[in-house]
Nanobody, 120 residues
Framework: QVQLVESGGGLVQAGGSLRLSCAAS????????MGWHRQAPGKRRELVAM???????NYADSVKGRFTISRDNAKNTVYLQMNSLKAEDTAVYCC??????????????WGRGTQVTVSS
């Protein structure tokens, strides 16, 4: 029913920037929290950033000061602005969203992911 589609990934040199987007579509009344996770081969999946509908944010220590998460509630879209990228930021980035509906009242949806590769 609900689909999340990420875009904006690619190849960038260390120190460069990328902006990821994730748009949710389908049977949606509203979205509570939205966030970004990432996972590199051989590493654990980690939470990168999250944002509530009201704009409260939370970041992983590894990206604080470099990444900024934001959202457009009218478009059901979340963004991740990534600056000062490092090689260790290389990973598949997936967005997720807490979807509010009638039945069931709450579901969690995940996107398929977008590859971010940072070269040194």
């Amino acid at each position: 029913q609900v689909q999340l589609v990420e875009s904006g990934g690619g190849l960038v040199q260390a120190g460069g920037s990328l902006r990821l987007s994730c748009a949710a579509s389908g049977s949606i009344f509203s979205i509570s929290a939205m966030g970004w996770h990432r996972q590199a081969p051989g590493k654990r999946r980690e939470l990168v950033a999250m944002i509530t509908r009201g704009g409260s944010t939370n970041y992983a220590d590894s990206v604080k000061g470099r990444f900024t998460i934001s959202r457009d509630n009218a478009k059901n879209t979340v963004y991740l602005q990534m600056n000062s990228l490092k090689a260790e930021d290389t990973a598949v980035y997936c967005c997720n969203a807490q979807i509010l509906s009638i039945t069931p009242p709450v579901t969690t949806s995940w996107g398929r992911g977008t590859q971010v590769t940072v070269s040194s």
